[in-house]
């Protein structure tokens, strides 16, 4: 639920290390992305040290809070209740960068008073790159936090200053595909003054890297998954989100809305389901790598063409139905078989993203092709025939690179 800022740098930094310097040489548009919904805090003038290395100077974060992910919890439902209306036409989720201010701000509010600036993980890594002074933060990553309203492009400042938020804690926005500003230092060899975009989202960019007809929907599985279809130009989501819907409508480029069932259950249930067959291994007194448990259990899945075993495997809960957890039914003794099971989770796991964004919803607004993306289906196979067994659509499948290609790609149409 939480996260070293400085392990995420230091991964960022050995990425960057390794590509050619020849090539980072010629750069001359830095596109961003990262996960959205989460935050970090810092202190605006000890946000990071440059540092010389190898290949060129780096930054290193200073004063800088851990990243409260998106899979953060702490906010209860009866917590948010308690909280003011968002004037917002997405409804406010634990996770939330600003129901996690709110959480702070009431639970522990001298942890506040130790920074004055906030950020999505990617806010923060523009922010250093180009020496802002205040955040500036895209409309996409806005609209993720809650407290935001996308027709004026505005933090609902009024409610939140009447409840005691810290306003100045709220990044600047700007629309998807602008100029942050320049790097201040030469990085990694990438030459002082290049152009960085502002950070985007990284849904919206796993969509920007694939879709190219209003007829496509795009399926991405990673650690949690999406279903998401256009909107016809010219839509506005309600003022108001209906909390029980499993839909919402994310912001996209050039002033267009995305139809999006956002799961918070894709590849993490996979992951923990092997993490579950790992612990019951070893207190049986037994040693197994989990990459190989995975392996294995893909394997006896394809063996498995088909299982009566029905599993709901919302364990993590949906932003609509927050206590709605996974269940098992039908079970029967011939189906019991590791196989079975894991053929099983796969099939949940694509059927309960369908039920959010039902086929016939698909076909009344013309969806005649599904894109998939995403590490998960990338890596199992299994996945994919439950994708093609549930959804009657053609499916094409992309890389597992698509946000990154995303922002790239946002960044050199925009030059």
């Not at 009024?158 to 700007?174: A, C, N, Q, T």
């Not at 029980?244 to 799961?263: E, H, I, K, R, T």
């Not at 599904?370 to 009657?392: D, K, M």
């Amino acid at each position: 639920m939480e996260q070293d800022v400085r392990r995420i740098i230091r991964a960022l930094n050995e990425c960057l290390a390794a590509l050619p310097q020849q090539q980072l040489q010629r750069v001359s548009h830095i596109g961003i992305t990262g996960q959205m919904h989460g935050i970090v805090f810092w202190k605006r003038d000890k946000g990071c040290k440059w540092t010389e290395s190898g290949p060129g100077p780096t930054f290193e974060p200073e004063e800088v809070s851990h990243l409260v992910t998106w899979q953060d919890t702490r906010c209860s439902p009866t917590f948010l209740s308690s909280l003011p209306l968002p004037q917002s036409h997405i409804s406010l989720a634990t996770g939330f960068g600003c129901a996690t201010v709110y959480w702070y701000l009431k639970k522990s509010p001298g942890f506040l008073k130790s920074y004055d600036a906030a950020g999505t993980i990617q806010d923060y890594v523009v922010a250093m790159l180009c020496d802002l002074r205040k955040p500036f933060m895209s409309v996409q990553n806005a609209a993720s936090w809650g407290y935001f309203n996308s027709r004026n492009k505005s933090w609902n400042t009024d409610i939140l200053k009447e409840s005691g938020f810290p306003i100045h804690l709220l990044p600047e926005v700007g629309d998807p595909g602008s100029i942050a500003g320049r790097t201040v230092s030469a990085w990694h060899g990438i030459p002082k003054g290049a152009k960085v975009g502002i950070a985007l989202g990284d849904f919206q960019c796993s969509v920007y890297s694939c879709l190219t007809e209003r007829t496509d929907a795009v399926l991405n599985m990673s650690t949690s998954a999406q279903l998401s279809i256009s909107m016809p130009l010219g839509f506005q989501p309600p003022d108001m989100p209906d909390p029980s819907s499993a839909v919402s409508y994310f912001p996209y480029f050039n002033g267009d809305y995305l139809a999006v069932a956002a799961s918070l259950n894709g590849g993490n249930v996979l992951a923990t389901f092997v993490d579950m067959v790992a612990q019951w291994t070893e207190e049986l007194g037994l040693q197994i790598q989990e990459s190989a448990i995975y392996t294995k259990i893909i394997k006896a899945a394809l063996a498995q063409t088909n299982s009566k075993l029905s599993i709901h495997p919302t364990i993590f809960g949906e932003r609509h139905v927050p206590e709605q957890l996974a269940s098992v039914s039908n079970i029967a003794v011939s189906d019991l078989s590791l196989g079975h099971v894991t053929r099983a989770l796969c099939r949940g796991i694509v059927e309960n993203l369908c039920s959010m964004l039902p086929v016939q919803c698909l076909m009344e607004t013309g969806v005649r092709r599904i894109l998939g993306s995403g590490s998960a289906l990338a890596r199992n196979e299994v996945l994919r025939q439950e994708v093609e067994r549930v959804f009657p659509f053609p499916v094409v499948y992309g890389k597992d690179v698509d946000a990154a290609m995303g922002a790239a790609m946002v960044m050199f149409h925009r030059k």
